[in-house]
């Protein structure tokens, strides 16, 4: 297992919202947790992945996300169980969704 | 009239959503708590954020109940340390709170194998309070549909319950087919050969042979309406019953203890078409058990 931070600027501020899950850590699948951050300038990352040395991919990933949603203060956590790039992005994008505002790009 | 929607396609959450009232769940030890499995990351392995289980209160038809659903795509539903505590801390609450049922959307191979004795220490546990539930008068109602089936110590536990409603393809059994075949070889039990493990584990089968109470279609207002027309019905914990059940048992070795398949057992119990039995509906199912064999057969 490997774990990864990352850390993001982002400029969207959310309203107050409760903690939005998505997924489910299966084979080729991943749970994404959505919280409020305690930093307001920044939507950070921390993964859990059971597949190790794929480190640039999930920070392409992250980056691009965070470049069509620009959140800020919100906390990702991610579990992992070997999810392709793609799968990672439609959750990243279905838990985005869930937020208040929709988190539309 | 809705559209079925089939609950062995849902996820634990969504099937909990669908089951209960509208807006009514509040869940206990959610995600965000992270309570998670301590012997996961030792292994190098990926936790879940509710390891593997939802439970909480909510209502059905407007009366309260406890309900926990297992993740079936998680571990394969497997029952850890946490998994098992949270099962049990569940069945505690009722003798506390007296909901008319605990349901119980059960999907797992049994103990987490990762986690050994824990799993196993667990699955007791769970049974031992679930018994406590019953002994109070409380009903434990299992709803088993999901694509992993109900196997091993969960297995164990379904049969503990009050009452058992399970789907066409949803299937339950203590041993998994590849552990039977592992153990005995491939000529006792063929775990490749899927109409042969779902004709013996099956749902049908289990409602033939009163194993399980209710069977319904693949659809989550079916299991909602099944474990609503459940609530309140507690059935009575008593040596007497216990003993009754070995009889039964007993006597169900002896009778068809040489069946080599399920549709042998169907033949000698006088279904008149047991070829057929596969391909019928849930509905027909229950006119086949009360003896009103239906024309159309």
Not at chain 2, 78 to 107: I, M, N, S, T, W
Not at chain 2, 234 to 242: C, E, F, I, K, N
Request: hydrophobic share 45%; glycine share 12%.
């Amino acid at each position: 297992m490997e774990h990864l931070t990352y850390q993001l600027t982002g400029h969207k501020a959310l309203p107050a919202f409760g903690a939005v899950l998505v997924g489910v850590v299966g084979s080729g699948n991943l749970e994404v947790l959505m919280e409020q951050g305690t930093d307001p300038a920044h939507c950070t990352f921390s993964i859990n992945t059971s597949a190790r040395g794929f480190g640039p991919i999930w920070e392409a990933v992250v980056q691009n996300f965070q470049a069509r949603h620009q959140l800020a203060g919100v906390a990702v956590s991610i579990n992992d169980m070997g999810a392709t790039p793609a799968v990672v992005s439609l959750r990243l994008d279905q838990a985005a969704a869930s937020l208040p505002s929709g988190g539309a790009a | 009239m809705n559209a079925p929607l089939s609950f062995a396609e849902l996820s634990a959450r969504q099937r909990v959503q669908h089951l209960l009232d509208a807006g009514t769940f509040t869940e206990i030890l959610g995600p965000a708590q992270r309570v998670v499995s301590p012997h996961l990351a030792l292994l190098g392995v990926p936790y879940a954020f509710d390891d593997g289980v939802v439970i909480g209160s909510g209502t059905l038809q407007g009366q309260s109940v406890l309900i926990a659903a297992q993740e079936g795509e998680f571990m394969g539903g497997g029952v850890g340390e946490v998994h098992g505590a949270k099962l049990v801390g569940l069945l505690r609450r009722a003798l506390q709170v007296r909901p008319a049922a605990v349901l119980v959307c059960a999907e797992s191979g049994g103990v987490r194998l990762h986690e050994a004795n824990a799993g196993l220490i667990a699955v007791s546990e769970v049974m031992r309070a679930l018994l406590d539930v019953r002994a109070a008068g409380i009903p434990v109602v299992m709803l088993i549909g999901g694509a992993n089936g109900c196997f091993g110590g969960m297995g164990l536990i379904a049969r503990c319950a009050d009452h058992v409603v399970m789907s066409d393809q949803a299937r339950m059994s203590m041993s998994g087919p590849e552990v039977i075949e592992s153990s005995h070889g491939v000529e006792e039990f063929d775990s490749r050969d899927r109409a042969l493990v779902w004709r013996t584990t099956g749902g049908k089968h289990r409602f033939l042979m009163g194993d399980c109470d209710r069977l319904v279609e693949d659809d989550v207002s079916a299991f909602r309406q099944a474990a609503a027309a459940l609530l309140g019905q507690s059935r009575a914990l008593t040596l007497q019953g216990l003993l009754a059940e070995h009889v039964v048992l007993t006597e169900r070795l002896a009778r068809f203890g040489d069946c080599g398949d399920a549709m042998d057992v169907w033949h000698r119990m006088g279904v008149a078409h047991p070829e057929q039995v596969t391909d019928m509906e849930a509905a027909q199912m229950q006119g086949l058990l009360s003896g009103v064999a239906l024309e159309s057969l």
